[in-house]
C-alpha cells in the first residue's frame, strides 16, 4: 500500500453509506446546506482561532477516487453496486463553500464553515473537515493563551516527539505559528510553510562527551553563531553555568556571541533568576536565558509572575497535544435541503437547548461600533437579509434570553463567511503564513479585553437576527406539534 496520501476515503463509513442511499434512491444530486461550528470554548477561553483552511482546501481540490480507493470500496461487506462505484469514479467537488479566515478570533454557535453542495459531496467531506478544522483551531487557540502570557518573549514550538502522530506535529506546529508562536523545533513544518526555525541541543550531547566543558566547547567550535547550551545535565548552577560562561567567553575571544543557554529542570523561576545575576556579573549580558519542561500558559504566568527571567519558552507536550483539553468538539450539521427546486430550513431538535441547531441559509457579520472601534456582538442573518448588509438600524439581542436586547445603527458589518469554493472552483486567493499571522493580531485588536482574558473571560455575544430567530422558534414548534 502506497502512503502517498490520497485523502478521499479520509472519511467515515457512514457517509459512503448515506451517499450510496442517497444515489440509489436517486437523490444524491439534491442540494444540501451544512453549517460547521462548535458549541463550548476550549480551555475556558472567551474566544478561538480559527485554522484549517488550507488543509481544508487542498483537501477538497484533490478529491478524487482512485482505482485503490475504488477496489477497496468494492471489497466492503456492504456490497455496493458497481454502478455506484462507477459514479465515485467520475466524483469531483463540486459545489459551494464559504469559511471563516484562519487566524479570525471566533466563538461558539457561529459558522465558521458553510457547505452548499449536491448531498453526496458535502455528506463526503464532513469527517475531514471536521477533522482539520477542530484540531488546528484547537491548537491555534491554545497557542493564543500561551501567547497572551508572554507577549513578549520568544515563543518556541518543541512538540513533535509528543504529538498524536506526523500530522499532527506539522499542522500544529504551523496553527502555534499563525497565532503567536516565533518558531518551530520542526525542520518539515519550517520547509513546508516556511515557520522560522530553532535548535538547541539535547542531554545526549553532554551526556556523549568525557566532560560537560568538552561538550559545551565542541557544540560552540561546530556551530558558533547558534550556541545555545543546555545547562542542567548535571548540576545547573554548580557546574552548567560556570561552562557555559567560559565557553561564552570562548567564542567572544573569537569574535563571537553566544546567544543563551537552556533550563530544563529544576525551580525554573529561582534558576533562572541566579543564571541571569551569573551571566550578568560576568558580563555576559546578551545570553539570553531559554526554559522548557512540560510548559503551558499556566505555569509561564506563574514563572513570570515569580520574577522569573527567562527570553524564551519552549513549548512542548501541552501545547501540541492540548492537554488539558485535547478536543473541539465542532460539529457539522444539516440547516437546509433541497425540496422542489428550493431550498427548505430544517432543524434538529434536542431536549440540551445548546444541541438545537439553527435552520437556514445563514451568514455572519462582526458587528464593529463605530465610536470605538471595537466589536459588539456576531450577528447570524438569513442569507438575503440586507438591513446588516446594508448597515440600517438592527437589534440585538441574546437568543437565551431574548428580553435583553439593544438596537445599534452606528456599526460596520464585516462578513466573517468568505466564499472559497464556487462550482466546485477555487476562489479564494489562499493568503501566506506571515499574512495568516498579522491578520490574527489585528484581530485581537478589535476586542475588549474583557473577552480576551484568560481566566474568567466575558462571553461575548453572538446573537441571531430576528427572522432567524424567528424562523428557528417556528420550526421547534413546527417540531412539538
Ligand atoms: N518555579 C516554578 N513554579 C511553578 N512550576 C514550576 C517552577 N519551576 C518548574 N516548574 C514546572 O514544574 C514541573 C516540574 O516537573 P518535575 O517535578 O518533573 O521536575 P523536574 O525538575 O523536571 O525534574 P526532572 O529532573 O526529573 O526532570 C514542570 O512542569 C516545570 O515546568
Ligand atoms: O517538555 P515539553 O514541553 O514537552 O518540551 C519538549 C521537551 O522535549 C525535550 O525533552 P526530552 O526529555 O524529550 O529530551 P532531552 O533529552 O532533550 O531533554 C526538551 O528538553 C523538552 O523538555
Ligand atoms: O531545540 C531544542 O532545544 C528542543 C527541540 C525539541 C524538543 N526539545 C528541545
Known amino acids: 500500500m502506497s502512503m502517498d496520501a490520497n485523502l478521499t476515503l479520509h472519511t467515515d463509513k457512514y ?3 448515506m451517499m450510496y442511499a442517497h444515489w440509489g434512491h436517486g437523490t444524491h444530486l439534491h442540494r444540501a446546506v451544512f453549517d460547521v461550528y462548535f458549541r463550548k470554548l476550549p480551555f475556558g477561553n472567551g474566544f478561538a482561532v480559527c485554522a484549517g483552511l488550507e488543509r481544508i482546501v487542498d483537501y477538497v481540490r484533490n478529491l478524487r477516487f482512485g482505482e485503490e480507493e475504488l477496489a477497496y470500496l468494492a471489497e466492503q461487506e456492504e456490497a455496493y453496486a458497481p454502478d455506484f462505484l462507477e459514479a465515485l469514479r467520475q466524483f469531483k467537488f463540486t459545489g459551494d463553500i464559504y469559511a471563516v479566515p484562519e487566524g479570525t478570533v471566533v466563538f461558539p454557535g457561529e ?5 452548499e453542495a ?3 459531496e458535502a455528506q463526503l467531506i464532513e469527517t475531514a473537515v471536521l477533522n482539520f478544522l477542530n484540531y488546528q483551531t484547537l491548537i491555534a487557540t ?3 493563551r500561551t501567547k497572551q502570557v508572554a507577549p513578549n518573549d520568544m515563543l518556541l514550538e518543541f512538540g513533535t516527539r509528543r504529538a498524536q502522530e506526523a500530522d499532527a506535529a506539522i499542522w500544529g506546529a504551523r496553527a502555534a505559528y499563525l497565532a503567536g508562536f516565533d518558531a518551530t523545533s520542526n525542520l518539515r513544518a519550517g520547509m513546508l510553510f516556511g515557520i522560522p526555525t530553532k535548535g538547541t541541543h539535547a542531554h545526549a550531547w553532554v551526556q556523549s562527551h568525557d566532560s560537560e566543558a568538552n561538550a559545551f566547547e565542541r557544540y560552540a567550535a561546530a556551530l558558533p553563531d547558534q550556541v545555545t547550551l543546555l545547562v542542567d545535565t548535571y548540576d545547573t548552577l554548580k557546574s552548567g553555568l560556570p561552562n557555559a560562561i567560559r565557553t561564552a567567553r570562548w567564542l567572544e575571544a573569537r569574535g563571537k556571541r ?10 525554573l523561576a529561582y534558576l533562572s533568576i541566579k543564571a541571569r545575576e551569573m551571566l550578568d556579573a560576568a558580563g555576559l549580558p546578551y545570553v539570553k536565558i531559554v526554559a522548557s519542561n512540560d510548559l503551558d500558559e499556566h505555569i509561564i504566568f506563574n514563572l513570570k509572575a515569580q ?3 527567562i527570553d524564551a519558552w519552549g513549548v512542548g507536550t501541552q501545547l501540541i497535544t492540548a492537554g488539558d483539553q485535547p478536543a473541539l468538539g465542532g460539529v457539522y450539521k444539516l440547516v437546509a435541503r433541497e425540496k422542489d427546486g ?5 432543524i ?11 435552520p437556514g441559509v445563514k451568514d455572519v457579520y462582526r458587528i464593529v461600533n463605530q465610536q470605538t472601534g471595537k466589536a459588539e456582538a456576531d450577528y447570524i442573518a438569513l442569507k438575503g437579509e440586507t438591513d446588516v448588509s446594508q448597515g440600517e438600524r438592527i437589534k440585538l439581542f441574546d437568543p437565551v434570553h431574548p428580553y435583553i436586547h439593544k438596537y445599534v445603527e452606528d456599526y460596520e458589518a464585516l462578513p466573517l463567511l468568505q466564499p472559497i469554493f464556487q462550482g466546485g472552483a477555487l476562489v479564494y486567493k489562499l493568503p501566506t503564513l506571515a499574512q495568516i499571522r498579522e491578520y490574527h493580531r489585528e484581530q485581537l485588536a478589535l476586542f475588549w479585553p474583557e473577552y480576551l482574558r484568560k481566566l474568567n473571560p466575558e462571553s461575548y455575544p453572538v446573537d441571531l437576527s430576528t427572522a432567524a430567530w424567528e424562523l428557528k422558534m417556528s420550526l421547534i414548534e413546527q417540531h412539538r406539534k
Open 15 to 17: 457517509q459512503i453509506n
Open 111 to 115: 459558522p465558521l464553515i458553510r457547505v
Open 118 to 120: 449536491a448531498v453526496m
Open 142 to 144: 491554545k497557542a493564543a
Open 258 to 267: 553566544m546567544q543563551a543557554i537552556r533550563l530544563d529542570s529544576g525551580d
Open 307 to 309: 520574577g522569573a527571567r
Open 342 to 346: 428550493d431550498f427548505v430550513p430544517v
Open 348 to 358: 434538529k431538535i434536542s431536549g440540551n437547548p445548546e444541541k438545537v441547531t439553527t
